[in-house]
């Protein structure tokens, strides 16, 4: 019920704009795909990410991201079992933190922003691909970032 409620407001938020950036067939599907993500069967989980942005080198690579309770407990490169120090693992998000990232940049005040587009996993809903578009006249002001293989934790 909860979730439902989250999705509701999100939605609400994101029509209210005079400006946005989202139609409202993309406010429907970021709806519908939220709603997937939050009907999952798991709580805890790991995925990976990556900012194609002007961001420090930890950033544009991928990164392994484990989520415990809603929290970012661990921040490794794939494949290894070393996480970065626990200062730095709270600049990674959570799946709900990127959606959070779409709410917001589509829902401020952002003079600078052109465009955003979000192509969402088929299966469990999480957004696979956020592309954040700045104005043409906007230097450093767009970012790409990506999202996959999530995978459940016992």
């Known amino acids: 019920m909860r979730a439902r409620l989250l999705t509701a407001a999100a939605l609400i938020a994101l029509t209210a704009c005079t400006e946005d950036p989202f139609s409202l067939g993309e406010v429907r599907t970021f709806a ?6 939050n ?3 798991f709580v ?3 995925f990976q990410v990556r900012s194609q942005c002007f961001c420090d080198e930890e950033h544009v690579q991928w ?3 484990e989520v415990r309770n ?3 407990t661990a ?3 794939p494949g290894e079992t070393t996480s970065l120090p626990a200062n730095r693992i709270a600049e990674w998000p959570t799946v709900d933190g990127l959606f959070q990232q779409i709410l917001q940049a589509a829902g401020g005040d952002h003079d600078y922003l052109d465009d955003i587009s979000v192509q969402y996993d088929q299966a469990l809903g999480f957004p696979a691909r956020i592309h954040i578009d700045a104005q043409d ?5 767009g970012a790409v970032i990506e ?3 999530v995978v459940p934790l016992p």
């Open 137 to 141: 006249n906007v230097a450093d002001g």
């Open 39 to 41: 009907g999952r069967s």
């Open 44 to 46: 805890d989980y790991t």
């Open 75 to 77: 921040v490794r490169v």
């Open 147 to 149: 999202a996959r293989a």
């Open 70 to 72: 809603g929290v970012v």
């Open 63 to 65: 990164r392994e991201v």
């Open 32 to 37: 519908a795909a939220q709603n997937r993500w």
